[in-house]
C-alpha cells in the first residue's frame, strides 16, 4: 500500500537543474533540463511530478497529477476495506460469581469469540478474597473449559497484584 506523501513535488516546486524525464505514454526522454520539462509538460497541459527524489539526477514524469492522487487514495481506500481488525473485548469477573451472573458473562464471552474478537478474561480480588485463590481458579478452569468449542487460550491465567486475567482467542 502505498501512502500519499504530501511532500511530492510538482511543476514549480522542483529545484534542480537537471531532471531524467519520462513522458506521458511511460517512454524515457533522459535527462533533460527543469525549463524544457515543465515546457514539456504545459504543452501537453499535464503537471510535471517529481516520482524519485533520491535518484542522480531526480526522475520526473509528465502526469495529472489530481488524477494520480485520486488513484491512489482510492487504492488506499480499497485496501482498507479489505483488512480485518481484531479487537479485545474484556470481561470481569469475581471469584465468588452468581450462577445466573456466570451463564450471562459466558454468554457475552461466546458472542464476542463469534465476532472474532479476542477477549481478556480478568478475575478481580476484592479484600479477604486475595486468600481463597483456589476458588478463582476453579471458576477460571470451569469457565475456559464451557468455551473449548469456541476458543481457545492465547495467553495463561496469570496473577497481577489482585487481578488474574487471560487473554481467549477465537478459533
Known amino acids: ?20 524525464l519520462i513522458g506521458v505514454d511511460g517512454q524515457q526522454l533522459g535527462v533533460t533540463p527543469i525549463s524544457k520539462a515543465r515546457d514539456l509538460a504545459r504543452d501537453a497541459e499535464l503537471d510535471l511530478v ?16 489530481k488524477k494520480f492522487k485520486y488513484e491512489q487514495e482510492k487504492k488506499e481506500r480499497e485496501a482498507k476495506k479489505h483488512q480485518k481488525q481484531i479487537h479485545v473485548k474484556e470481561i470481569r469477573i469475581k471469584p465468588n460469581i ?9 454468554r457475552h464471552l461466546k ?49 497481577e497484584g489482585r487481578t488474574m486475567t487471560t487473554v481467549i482467542m477465537p478459533k
Open 1 to 20: 500500500m502505498v501512502k500519499i506523501k504530501n511532500n511530492i513535488r510538482v511543476n514549480d516546486r522542483i529545484r534542480t537543474v537537471n531532471v531524467r
Open 50 to 65: 517529481e516520482v524519485a527524489p533520491g535518484a542522480e539526477p531526480p526522475v520526473c514524469r509528465i502526469m495529472d497529477f
Open 98 to 106: 452468581d450462577e445466573h451472573d456466570y451463564q450471562v458473562k459466558l
Open 111 to 159: 458472542e464476542f469469540l463469534k465476532k472474532k474478537d479476542k477477549v481478556k478474561l480478568s478475575l478481580v480480588f476484592r479484600g479477604r478474597e486475595m486468600a481463597h485463590q483456589d476458588l478463582a481458579k476453579r471458576v477460571l478452569d470451569r469457565m475456559l473449559s464451557d468455551i473449548q468449542s469456541d476458543g481457545q487460550v492465547e495467553k495463561e491465567p496469570l496473577l
